[in-house]
């Protein structure tokens, strides 16, 4: 185990996380997105440690997911799955009472054919253009919830992000017009940059993902979100390289004066994106060392000069935590956080704090 990469889950940060979003829009239940094996951080883990916490609904993405969350959490939660069902997934959404969303019309009529006691949620699409049942078939919508269990209704902001961005104001109150008439129905549009815009957005329930562990937008003044997890891989070698030398396969980086290197346990076949080459670092000691060349299958180099005192063979190098902020490891290698934690693969080892 000692040579392989490990992430250490921060469960506590994650616990804190969600209380301190949830601070954000305090008249709406929190709830919480673990989708994606939790976002690489351990959908049962995670789970049943936020649901300790007081969390009890969750959203999940498959019904695969919902099931194997619900095996961790037991009975007391409701578990919503973004993309739906279909007439096989009847027996696993029964057994692990799954509350599977209907994104277009189509979904709902199916649905509707073959269930009509068992619950549901309907995605309504107020501007993403992706899912979602369509403003103009809402009335639609309305003729064929009439009389069956409908319990959610959802949207999803499209720039949340970006707090200035009108798109946000404009899908809130149109989304709070087409679902005036469902008074008993919860409702839901927040990500975790929706609730970071303040209370309007937060309806009902409000759905954190990513800032769940500690990720995503720029949270408000004030707010602190910690680390969910931290990713370290321990070094294998130690060498002094001299000028004019490269690094790596295709000689992508030359080196211009003589450089402490050292080699770590870390590369794609783990997750770490091979866009970092040349541009992510990873720290040793708080002290930032440059990737040298490219990310390679299982191996990373880095430049260990500034912390040449603490690079030794079996020392553990971060490359996200709270030394190497998930965000800016992620803009690094042109890409967000999201990717970077859910691409994180199985020979990285989980520990859990």
Not at 37 to 56: F, K, W
Not at 170 to 192: E, H, K, M
Not at 270 to 299: E, K, Q, T, Y
Request: proline share 6%; aromatic share 6%; with cysteine.
């Amino acid at each position: 185990m000692s040579l392989h990469p490990r992430a250490r889950i921060h469960l506590d940060n994650i616990v804190a996380n969600w209380r301190t979003i949830g601070s954000l829009t305090a008249d709406s239940e929190t709830g919480a997105v673990v989708k994606a094996n939790a976002y690489g951080h351990g959908v049962a883990e995670v789970g049943l440690t936020l649901h300790r916490a007081g969390c009890r609904t969750f959203f999940v993405a498959y019904v695969e997911e919902g099931a194997q969350l619900r095996e961790a959490i037991g009975a007391d939660a409701e578990i919503i799955v973004f993309n739906g069902a279909q007439h096989e997934d009847r027996t696993i959404v029964q057994d692990a009472a799954l509350v599977p969303v209907m994104n277009s019309i189509e979904a709902l009529e199916d649905w509707l054919s073959y269930n009509r006691t068992e619950p549901y949620a309907v995605h309504i699409d107020t501007g993403m253009n992706r899912l979602g049942v369509r403003p103009a078939d809402v009335p639609r919508m309305f003729d064929l919830v009439r009389g069956t269990p409908l319990s959610h209704v959802m949207s999803h902001l499209v720039d949340s992000d970006d707090p200035q961005c009108v798109l946000n104001t404009r899908q809130c109150y149109t989304f709070g017009d087409l679902i005036l008439p469902l008074t008993r129905v919860r409702s839901s549009l927040a990500n975790t940059g929706g609730c970071f815009l303040g209370q309007m957005y937060g309806f009902d329930i409000t759905r954190p993902g990513i800032g769940l562990y500690g990720g995503g937008p720029t949270p408000p003044e004030g707010t602190i979100l910690r680390p969910g997890m931290t990713l370290e891989a321990p070094i294998l070698t130690v060498q002094t390289a001299g000028p004019d030398e490269t690094v790596g396969y295709g000689a992508t980086r030359e080196l211009r004066h003589e450089t402490l290197l050292a080699t770590v346990a870390l590369g794609y076949g783990d997750g770490f994106p091979r866009h970092a080459s040349n541009r992510g670092f990873a720290c040793l000691g708080g002290i930032r060392c440059p990737i040298m060349g490219r990310v390679s299958m299982d191996l990373i180099t880095i430049d260990v000069s500034a912390a040449s005192d603490l690079a030794k063979p079996g020392a553990f190098a971060q490359f996200i935590g709270p030394e190497a902020p998930l965000e800016e490891q992620a803009r690094c290698a042109g890409t967000v956080g999201y990717e970077l934690v859910t691409g994180l693969g199985r020979r990285v080892r989980r520990l859990y704090d």
